[in-house]
T-cell receptor, first 114, second 114 residues
Framework: NAGVMQNPRHLVRRRGQEARLRCSPM?????VYWYRQLPEEGLKFMVY????????ESGMPKERFSAEFPKEGPSILRIQQVVRGDSAAYFC????????????FGSGTRLTVV | GENVEQHPSTLSVQEGDSAVIKCTYS??????FPWYKQELGKRPQLIID?????GEKKDQRIAVTLNKTAKHFSLHITETQPEDSAVYFC?????????????FGTGTQLKVEL
C-alpha cells in the first residue's frame, strides 16, 4: 500500500500564476481532506471531499481556491492567481468510508510564491 | 463548528522526565480524539487516539486521557527521549460529514533536552 500520494512535493509559482496540487488517497479510502499549514502554525481545515462530491468546504477561501475529486483520478486543489500569502504546506489526508480511525496524511506539497 | 484549544504552545523537559499536553474541545457531540506527531519538514503522523467510550488508553510510553464532562483530553509521554522532540497536535471530530472531519489544536513544540 503506497499510502497517500501527493505531488509535486515542492512547487514554485510566480504571483498571478495557477497552482495545481494533486492527491491520490490510500487504496480503499474514499474520503479526502485538504489542510493548509502556514510556517510554524497549525493545520487549518480547507475542504472535505468524496468522489464527485464536496462534503464540507467551510475552510476554503471564497475566491481563487477550488477543489475536486473526480470519479477517476486524484483529488486536485487549485489555486488561481496565487499571491505571496498562499505560500504554505498543503497536506492531503484520506480515510475509509467506514470505521473512521483518523487520517493518513500525505507528505504534503510545499508551495512557494515568488 | 468544533473549536480545539491546546496548551502549552512550547514545552521543554529533561530527558527521562514526563511531558503532558492538554486540549479542550467545544462540541459535546465529538467522539474521536487523535494525537499527531509532526517532525520538522515531515507529515503529521497518528501516534495514539481515544474514543469517547473510554477514559484512558495507553501504548508503551504514551497515554491519553479523556474527560467528557469537562470536554478535555491530555497526552502523557513518560521517560521522554530526544527523539520525542517534535510538534504534537491534538484533534477532535465533529458532526460535519458524519463525524469524519477533524479540527486540530494549534500544536505544542516539545523539546527534550539531554
Amino acid at each position: 500500500n503506497a499510502g497517500v500520494m501527493q505531488n509535486p512535493r515542492h512547487l514554485v509559482r510566480r504571483r498571478g500564476q495557477e497552482a495545481r496540487l494533486r492527491c491520490s488517497p490510500m487504496k480503499g479510502h474514499s474520503h479526502v481532506y485538504w489542510y493548509r499549514q502556514l510556517p510554524e502554525e497549525g493545520l487549518k481545515f480547507m475542504v472535505y471531499l468524496q468522489k464527485e462530491n464536496i462534503i464540507d468546504e467551510s475552510g476554503m477561501p471564497k475566491e481563487r481556491f477550488s477543489a475536486e475529486f473526480p470519479k477517476e483520478g486524484p483529488s486536485i486543489l487549485r489555486i488561481q492567481q496565487v499571491v505571496r500569502g498562499d505560500s504554505a504546506a498543503y497536506f492531503c489526508a484520506s480515510s475509509p468510508q467506514t470505521d473512521f480511525y483518523g487520517y493518513t496524511f500525505g507528505s504534503g506539497t510545499r508551495l512557494t510564491v515568488v | 463548528g468544533e473549536n480545539v484549544e491546546q496548551h502549552p504552545s512550547t514545552l521543554s523537559v529533561q530527558e527521562g522526565d514526563s511531558a503532558v499536553i492538554k486540549c479542550t474541545y467545544s462540541d459535546s457531540a465529538s467522539n474521536y480524539f487523535p494525537w499527531y506527531k509532526q517532525e520538522l519538514g515531515k507529515r503529521p503522523q497518528l501516534i495514539i487516539d481515544i474514543r469517547s467510550n473510554v477514559g484512558e488508553k495507553k501504548d508503551q510510553r504514551i497515554a491519553v486521557t479523556l474527560n467528557k464532562t469537562a470536554k478535555h483530553f491530555s497526552l502523557h509521554i513518560t521517560e521522554t527521549q530526544p527523539e520525542d522532540s517534535a510538534v504534537y497536535f491534538c484533534a477532535a471530530n465533529g458532526l460535519t460529514g458524519g463525524g469524519n472531519k477533524l479540527t486540530f489544536g494549534t500544536g505544542t513544540q516539545l523539546k527534550v533536552e539531554l
